[in-house]
């Protein structure tokens, strides 16, 4: 463990010991799973040998590229955990509000030539049964899930594999949910973190508090293993975060520019870009809450997006992707957390011994 300076608290080495049983990690830190493309195997190497613990994004991957991203992370020789998204029930989706939505965004499409499909996608198209039959034939040190719980009986199952199993939570009572179906750990994701919320109701706004006091309402109520995350944006967050109780901190934003990334370009350059942002929620690009950086997209569409998670997401997929490739800011989701402008370039290694000195 880093050394660090100042007044420890009494329970520190307890604390300590929970993140080594929780994480089999050198050090608290997590370097929080990024879909979509930030997350790679290099900087879940670099992370690794930082003394972190990696996640491998499992969401938006197909079967086929799941089974090859996880041979490349095993290939590694670190320990690394494995996040999944569960699957909803798909039936939040108003057929009305989305052809609205979707007439509305037809002429940001054209501008690339594209038209959107108004089929919308519902249900699991995220593979879940795929992904953990893959896990529980070959299991991983930690598995965890966002947007919601699914059976306890596929909590157990990974538990049995051998597994332990982290619940993304947001409220108290979420966190008394994911307790009593038998997880190991938690997530507490607060309102300041970037990229999806992990809330389990889409339709309920995040809670405007600090990720710290949210950490201290779920332990005091689950009296599980915490994992803080969401305003990780340098050590003295880490600190504020581990004497609210937290064992581990994650950390997103703060790795978007690092060399190893797989941020895109566009997104890369928005982070510096004094023309955009602060941060806002918004459920404009995916009909889910998600934290991202203020731009033309969501100044127009949020106060008509409708819920419909993941009918939403693909629906605006095809035009995000065009807007990426063509550097156009406006027009693509720029997922960050409220700390973005302390996001560094370079080798990810310095970000996590950094936020180590706050441990």
């Not at 989305?98 to 030539?113: D, I, Q, S």
């Not at 059976?151 to 108290?172: F, H, K, N, Q, Y």
């Not at 955009?276 to 918004?282: D, N």
Request: aromatic residues 6%; negative net charge.
């Amino acid at each position: 463990m880093a050394e660090t300076t100042g007044t420890h608290r009494s329970d520190q080495p307890q604390t300590d010991r929970a993140a080594a049983g929780l994480l089999d990690t050198d050090l608290p830190i997590v370097a929080a799973p990024m879909a979509g493309g930030p997350g790679t195997a290099d900087l879940a190497r670099a992370v690794g040998a930082a003394g972190g613990f990696p996640f491998l994004a499992g969401g938006y991957l197909t079967p086929e590229a799941f089974a090859e991203a996880l041979g490349s992370y095993r290939r590694l020789g670190t320990p690394f955990g494995v996040n999944l998204f569960v699957p909803g029930t798909g039936d939040d989706v108003d057929p009305g509000a989305f052809a609205a939505y979707a007439a509305r965004l037809a002429p940001e499409a054209e501008r690339y030539g594209l038209t959107l499909d108004l089929e919308p996608v519902i249900g699991d198209v995220d593979a879940w049964p795929d992904k953990l039959a893959q896990l529980l034939a070959d299991p991983v040190p930690v598995v965890s899930l966002t947007f919601g719980l699914p059976a306890t009986e596929d909590i157990a199952e990974l538990r049995r594999a051998g597994s332990r199993v982290l619940a993304t939570v947001t409220t108290p009572r979420e966190a008394l949910g994911a307790r009593d179906a038998g997880v190991d750990g938690l997530v507490v994701q607060g309102p300041a973190a970037g990229g999806h919320s992990g809330t389990w109701d889409p339709a309920r706004p995040p809670t405007k508090i600090a990720t710290a006091d949210l950490v201290r309402e779920v332990v005091a109520a689950a009296g599980l293993p915490v994992i803080a995350a969401g305003g990780v944006d340098g050590a003295a967050a880490v600190r504020g975060l581990r004497d609210a109780g937290a064992v581990a901190v994650a950390v997103g934003t703060l790795l978007l520019r690092t060399d190893e990334a797989g941020t895109s370009r566009t997104h890369r350059d928005a982070l510096t870009d004094p023309a955009l942002g602060p941060t806002v929620i918004t459920r404009a690009f995916t009909g889910r809450p998600a934290r991202g950086l203020r731009n033309a997209f969501t100044e127009r569409f949020e106060a008509d997006a409708p819920l419909g998670y993941p009918a939403i997401h693909h629906l605006t997929r095809p035009l995000r992707r065009a807007a990426a490739d063509a550097g156009d800011p406006d027009r693509v989701h720029l997922w960050a957390g409220t700390g973005y402008r302390n996001a560094p370039p370079g080798p990810a290694a310095d970000v996590i011994r950094a936020l180590a000195r706050g441990w």
